[in-house]
């Protein structure tokens, strides 16, 4: 048995137990100044991000993501501008097309709508055969708009599709 002073043990232990507590005060501003950056730095430009999509989910396009950093966050924010903007436009002009094409196609479905009431007023049989070559008129004028709409559907559809094929400048310059 060795007889050791405890007291030098004790001033260990003491001073152990200070160092734990100031190495857990030191370790607690840390984490904060850090769960703080990344707050700033992370979580906050999401929600950013986060509340302009939802906006942009019920067709308001006014809102904007304005996070100007050169990261991945960045980057989705000026996507999601750009597609806002995009889309904003497209509906603007969805709107117009709809417009328009409704108008072009009540004016002939007005005549048709005339021509088939006189007819059941039982006219003339003269005006009788004038009345169905005017009906048959409108209707192609309406087919022949509703082809147009089709054809217009089916370019915009393909314009992205473009077919290569080669070309001799030589043959093209010969006059």
């Given at each position: ?82 597609m806002s903007s995009r ?42 055969d004038r009345y169905l ?43």
């Amino acid at each position: 048995f060795s007889i050791v002073p405890i007291q030098p043990l004790d001033e260990a232990v003491r001073l152990t137990k200070d160092y734990l507590g100031y190495v857990f005060i030191t370790a607690l501003i840390f984490v904060s100044l850090l769960s703080f950056l990344f707050y700033r730095m992370v979580s906050k430009p999401l929600v950013k991000i986060n509340e302009a999509a939802l906006k942009m989910s019920r067709m308001d396009f006014s809102a904007s993501c304005d996070i100007h950093t050169h990261d991945e966050l960045g980057s989705l924010s000026n996507s999601l501008n750009i597609m806002s903007s995009r889309l904003h436009s497209t509906i603007a002009e969805l709107k117009e097309f709809v417009s328009n094409a409704s108008h072009e196609l009540k004016t002939p479905i007005a005549v048709i709508g005339g021509f088939v009431e006189a007819l059941r007023d039982d006219i003339r049989s003269d005006k009788r055969d004038r009345y169905l070559e005017k009906l048959q008129q409108e209707v192609e004028r309406m087919n022949n708009l509703v082809q147009d709409m089709l054809e217009l559907s089916r370019m915009e559809s393909n314009a992205g599709m473009l077919n290569k094929e080669a070309v001799d400048l030589n043959n093209l310059t010969k006059v």
